[in-house]
């Protein structure tokens, strides 16, 4: 009854002035990409919006300028170059509100390019290891392409479409991206020391992608009933849930179950992941709602910083004025931690950069963005400690800050601080 076309006969749909969403992170479509792309000498001012996405992004070549204009709610590396090209554009958003702005046609999408599972015996597909705002962008977009994989694999939750939401779609067999992460250094692993003493059995978990979750994650081995609400998720995970470690079965909401929004990592999890019940893949806007995380109880916050101030402003999203990353879930989560019975809202971080330069500063530098605010910050932690802000006064941050700092730069920013404080 459905028929696939070509890649190029597919991307026929996509017109000049169209808007165009690609589904995010693992899940980026790259047939679709790459046919999209070709067509770059008939096609202008097409705007690509997205959030972070791995593989090749050809339409944000700064050549091909005229034809497409990236907009990213989340900067990823592939495009982080087209805001200083003038190629592109971000808009902040929290990732649990992304999909609101396609419902509510804040932002009017033509077209939305997905990549799915092969349609099960009832013609059912999944969207795999990524949902975020995908349904939202299905449900609102004029004309939905899709690539169909036989190597997405089928995970259970919100991402089930029928093949007939579809308006056509391209079969492949091609494994996803994925994405290895480095054994943690000296300073990473005693960040995860810090964090992890913080955690007690029975929590619920979110962190996200990189050596910190995943030096935490090493040295959970001996809690017990830990659970996972988090917007995603690596293979760091894997081997507590078959050690029974994580079993969700303390959580307030999805008990029995691990909850994600998109999810990253090597083939064994997207093995790990096909067809396996105890993982739900829901939208953004449920999994980030701050409604529902504050319901798992010892909800854990785990997120990192660029800079943070000795106030307690927390920087993630830009390096002063230039646009680094985004909002992302960072909000969302250290919100939900605060508000849960016994969470706890963690930034963790190393007190320098790969070049010496304190990471905990006086005051954030100029045009940097405040993602989460002093008055919501709990932990910080770096290899020097944890400094627990919560319900503590300026002055009592500051020295409780100054003193995780790197001894190398405690003085400095101490005097700095109180000098500005006080001109």
Partial sequence: ????????????????????????????????????SARHEE?????????????????????????FHVNSFF???????????????????????????????????????????VPDKHGYCSLGVSVEATLAAIDNADYVIAQVNKQMPRTHGDGI?????????????????????????????????????????????????GTIPNAVLTRLTNHKNLGLHTEMFSDGVIDLILKDVINGNYK??????????????????YDYVDDNPFVEMRASDYVNDVSIIKQNPKMVAINSAIEVDLSGQVCADSI????????????DFIRGASLSEG???????????????????????????????RSHVHYIITEYGIANL?????????????????????????KQYFEMANS
């Fill in 161 to 209: 479409i029928h093949i007939s939401e579809i308006d056509v779609f391209v079969e492949c067999d091609e494994p996803l991206p994925t994405h290895f992460i480095p054994e943690p250094t000296i300073v990473e692993g005693k960040i995860g020391d810090f964090v992890a003493s913080l955690i007690d059995d029975k929590s619920t978990l979110q962190m996200g992608i």
């Fill in 75 to 117: 900067i990823g590396k592939n495009v982080r170059h087209t805001l200083k090209a003038g190629n592109g554009s971000y808009t902040p958003v929290f990732l649990s509100e992304l999909p609101l702005l396609f419902k509510r046609n804040i932002v009017d999408l033509d077209v939305a390019l997905i990549h799915v599972s």
């Fill in 252 to 269: 307030g909401i999805n008990p029995g179950r691990s909850l994600a929004t998109f999810l990253m990592g090597s083939k064994r999890l």
């Fill in 320 to 331: 002063g004025a230039k646009m680094y990353s985004g909002v992302g879930g960072q909000m």
């Fill in 43 to 67: 096609l202008r001012n097409v705007e690509v919006c997205q959030l972070h996405t791995e593989g090749e992004a050809p339409y944000a070549n700064p050549e091909l300028s005229e034809s």
């Fill in 1 to 36: 009854m459905y028929k696939s076309v070509s890649a190029e006969k597919a991307v026929e749909i996509i017109k000049s002035n169209h808007r165009v969403y690609i589904q995010a992170a693992a899940a980026a479509p790259q047939v679709l990409i790459k046919a999209m």
């Fill in 390 to 414: 919560y319900g503590k006064t300026i002055k009592e941050r500051v020295k409780a800050l100054v003193n995780i700092a790197h001894p190398d730069h405690r003085e400095t920013i101490g």
């Fill in 343 to 373: 969470g706890k809202a963690i930034i963790a971080l190393p007190s320098v950069t790969r070049h010496g330069i304190s990471r905990i500063v006086p005051s954030l530098k100029a045009g940097a963005g405040v993602v989460t605010t």
